[in-house]
């Protein structure tokens, strides 16, 4: 406790300064007190209102009249200004896209992935052909076909009264509500699996495209801002 105490007085007295070959030393530790105050970004849910918002709200001049616009991922966009005295940025307005959930690599039951397939996706012909084929298939006919224990087969209705076995349709090109939707949806490659479950028929969506539509959602995203901004001077799109 003795030394505690004698530690803090002697960290009372006055800072002691020394110039040793044009180097500045001190005796103690220092820290810079200052106060810039930075306002709370501006939260948007879509491209369009963040265009608006950059065009008519002149508060991006604030820093020499530069800003960057920053697209940080499928589904946020920010802007800041330049740096400031204090190697800081201010952050402008925050855009984050409001999309519907969907879990993939999650098998539900039949309706409920009909119903996220036309709810949850753009139109496609994929799309057509996964409704089609889930929507005819025949409880407790999914089977393994083949020998890569891949493929599979199932019962599906072809008429009112008849039935035929069918290859589940794989891999399919799907394009799901995935970012801003100012922007094309990207598409990529999805493995359809199906089982027979406590409750009927069962059906996921396994993503197989490592994740490349991220990089073409960005692009798109940074595309679309570029074109949208082009007139707004001493303005840089990054993503």
Partial sequence: MI?????????????NLLDVEGCTYSDKPLEKVSYIPYPEPIKLKTLSSFVEYIKNFRECEMADGKAIVHVESPTKVRIYSALDKECNRDKYAIAEAELPYMEFGTFDNHESFCIALQSKFVDNEDRK???????????????????????????????????????????????????????????SAFIFRMKNGNYGVQCALFEADGGAWKIEALKNIKEYLQEELKEVEDLVVIS
């Fill in 3 to 15: 030394k505690e105490a004698l530690q803090y007085i002697v960290g009372l007295g006055e800072a």
């Fill in 129 to 187: 052909l996964l409704l089609k084929f889930a929507g005819t298939v025949q409880d407790g006919t999914v089977t393994e076909y083949g020998d890569d224990g891949v493929s599979q087969k199932a019962t599906v209705k072809t008429g009112l009264s008849s039935k035929s076995d069918a290859i589940v349709p794989n891999p399919v090109i799907l394009k799901p509500f995935r970012t801003f939707l100012e922007v094309d949806q990207p598409e």
